[in-house]
């Protein structure tokens, strides 16, 4: 496998991790790159780095964004999020991933993109439907806050240096299966 190749599977998964926090803001970040030449994208998905492509996600992430600190407008977007990140934490694993065979391709963006998105957006949806139980989502400002904070440092560590942005994937899962350990009922 080429260097090339194993940056490119850093980059989808720092990207994947951050569909888990905010479905659109990774795919603005991408498309943005794109857009500058920062990263190329596969044959099939060079439309990301248009610039139709480019407004039209940073108008859904601007509004994804601001509707996240709307306390029940929040839990109802986790509802409809959690399928959109399994797709977009696949697509952007797809677009991504360079020189391997289609059938190795789609089997990563399947199980790492997808699976990592989900698990992340999944973990986040119970963590806000639980601070709206324990607080009247007065505290769901402040998680939409960190989430989004986290989707940007994540967004920006997988194009600038995705070696980084795999540690932070790593660190965030640890994080996340802690805090469900703790959570978890015991028999």
Do not use: C, H
Request: aromatic letters at 10%.
């Amino acid at each position: 496998m080429s260097p090339d190749t194993i940056i490119s599977i850093f980059l989808g998964i720092g990207l994947a991790a951050s569909v888990g926090f905010r479905v659109f803001l990774p795919l603005f970040a991408l498309s943005f790159a794109a857009y500058l030449g920062v990263w190329e994208l596969n044959d099939n998905w060079q439309w990301i780095g248009s610039l139709t492509a480019l407004i039209m996600l940073g108008v859904a992430m601007i509004i994804e964004i601001f509707a996240y600190f709307i306390p029940w407008v929040d839990n109802l977007l986790d509802s409809l999020a959690v399928p959109l990140a399994a797709i977009a934490g696949t697509a952007v694993m797809v677009s991504t991933v360079a020189n391997l065979d289609p059938v190795i391709t789609w089997s990563l963006a399947i199980i790492a993109g997808g699976g990592t998105a989900t698990a992340i957006k999944g973990a986040n949806a119970v963590g806000r439907v639980t601070s709206s139980t324990t607080t009247g989502g007065v505290a769901n400002p402040v998680i939409s806050t960190i989430e989004t904070g986290t989707a940007v440092a994540v967004s920006t560590a997988s194009i600038l240096v995705p070696p980084i942005a795999a540690i932070l994937v790593i660190i965030i899962l640890f994080i996340i299966f802690r805090i469900y350990r703790k959570l978890r009922p015991r028999k």
